[in-house]
């Protein structure tokens, strides 16, 4: 008997197997020198994996792709998208590779996939690599999202491969090792319709009703009832970033998932000064994708969704348009009632409290949000103390703290529950100039500030000494804030 740690992991190829037509089978690029930088342990005990064994040389060569399970049928995944609004018939897995799927030890089937791994016939001319700085960038902030209780995909493992990528300068390359309740997405659904087969987009859904809503296994029309809970998964999850400040920056069709996790951390960002046409997108000069446009790009999106379904709904066009369009109608009102219950959860009001005055005071701080632009956390946060009688802390957030005391006095009316309020609004968030920071000084070789920046957001509603600086918004030096895409 061996006393070795084991890397051995059940590798599953049910997408493989199911969708071959949307899978090439393919193999991740030679990384010899690569060298583990960051392994998130509860994450891997998680999935059943032995976190010293991925330390070692066999573990490192799994979270590369270096070296699978026999049983193991890595695939580059086929999906279209709209990108900006315009259609592109053929993305797919430029730089990534599904490895897999693994049994967790609460027996759900999870994806393993990798990004940075090299070129798939899917790189139309990209390189097919990533970069440390932004590998370590998703890591950090799909784990804070994660901690913050919003469906994401999560982050196992970051690997730097030993190889130079060149991007505006020479930088480091990296693997990020990427867990998925599954990388089906709307751009999935547009690539099977755009083949003209109708089986293909019918096994499509029952796909994906089995992995992610089994309970609708026995709807009458499986297209439709798919159609209804991916709607309501998207108006939850983009109700739960509006109510967090964040920004996804990049929703095209082919980062919008059916399981409703939060995909594809390239140029998003958290909002420090409250303004709803923040921007951080360095190519979205139009402000497609700006914070308070989310719901409505969301909308877009599922319309999407639906058109790459109609023709499995009903075999009569019109009815099939009309059915589509009856659920699609519900988006709005889904998303306002998530978006809703969840400010009255950071405003410590119970869920039964008279709408006739929290519409009012829910529209107001939002204007009032809006003119003074305050730090978005901190003002939530601070919020807590104003209930238990310490107004001051708020109040400096304001140049003129006027019109906020005359809505403080309207919100303190309703009874809010200060220790509510803490575990709902968090203390510490990715602040952009701490990430770019902490990114900086890992890309140099020094990870510390890394480690630091993730011990602090992924505990984020529990103040602690000595992590004040993680609090506090970017100093006005830092300047505007610019993310990009494809890094
Ligand atoms: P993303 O913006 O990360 O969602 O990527 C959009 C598309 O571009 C996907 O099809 C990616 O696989 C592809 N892509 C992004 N960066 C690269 C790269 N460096 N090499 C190849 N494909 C890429
Ligand atoms: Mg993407």
């Not at 992991?9 to 071959?20: H, M, T």
Request: one cysteine or more; charged letters at 20%.
């Amino acid at each position: 008997m061996s006393l070795a740690p084991q890397t051995a992991v059940d590798l599953g190829s049910r997408f493989a197997r199911e969708l071959p037509e949307l899978a090439v089978p393919w193999a991740a690029a030679e990384f010899p020198d690569a060298r583990l930088l960051v392994l998130n342990e509860p994450l891997a005990a998680e999935l059943g994996l032995d976190p010293e064994a991925l330390h070692t040389p066999d573990g490192i060569a799994l979270l590369t792709g270096n070296r699978v399970p026999e049983t193991a049928a890595p695939v580059a995944q086929a999906y279209a998208g709209h990108q900006f609004g315009g259609y592109s018939p053929r993305l797919g897995d430029g730089r990534a590779l599904l490895l897999g799927e693994v049994v967790d030890t609460h027996g759900r089937l999870r994806d393993l996939h990798l990004k940075g791994s090299g070129p798939t016939p899917f790189a139309r001319g990209g390189d097919g690599f990533a970069a440390v700085g932004p590998m370590l960038r998703e890591y950090v902030i799909s784990e804070a999202m994660h901690a913050l209780g919003v469906p994401t995909t999560r982050a196992l493992a970051v690997t730097a491969t030993g190889l130079d990528v060149q991007r505006e300068t020479v930088l480091p390359g990296a693997v990020l090792a990427r867990v998925a309740l599954s990388h089906l997405r709307v751009g999935t659904f547009q690539y099977a319709a755009s083949t003209g087969d109708g089986e293909l987009v019918r096994r499509l859904v029952a796909h994906s009703i089995d992995r992610h809503y089994p309970h609708l296994a026995d709807a009458e029309n499986p297209s439709l009832a798919l159609l209804g809970a991916v709607i309501d998964a998207q108006a939850s999850l983009i109700a739960r970033w509006m109510l967090l400040g964040f920004v996804h920056g990049v929703m095209n069709t082919d980062n919008v998932t059916i399981s409703g996790e939060t995909i594809d951390y390239g140029p998003c960002a958290f909002m420090d000064a409250f303004d709803a046409a923040s921007v951080y997108s360095s190519i979205d000069r139009q402000g497609r994708y700006a914070f308070g446009r989310q719901p409505l790009i969301g909308e877009w999106n599922l319309a999407r969704f639906a058109e790459a379904l109609l023709t499995t709904i009903d075999a009569d066009t019109d009815r099939s348009i009309e059915l589509a369009q009856d659920e699609l109608g519900r988006f709005r009102d889904a998303y306002n009632a998530a978006w809703f219950s969840g400010m009255l959860d950071k405003l410590g009001i119970p869920a039964d409290a008279d709408q006739e005055m929290t519409t009012p005071l829910l529209t107001d701080l939002l204007d009032l949000l809006q003119i003074s632009r305050v730090d978005y956390t901190g003002f939530f946060r601070r919020l807590s103390a104003v209930a238990r009688g310490d107004a001051a802390g708020t109040r400096a957030l304001f140049a003129d703290p006027g019109p906020f005391d005359l809505w403080a006095e309207r919100w303190l009316g309703l009874g809010p529950d200060s220790d509510a309020m803490d575990a709902a609004n968090p203390v510490y968030i990715p602040r952009n100039h701490l990430v770019e920071e902490a990114l900086d000084a890992a890309t140099g070789g020094d990870l510390a500030l890394f480690e630091q920046l993730v011990a602090a957001v992924t505990s984020p509603f529990t103040e602690r000494a000595g992590l004040e600086r993680y609090a506090e918004p970017a100093p006005d030096a830092f300047g505007p804030y610019r993310t990009f895409c494809g890094t």
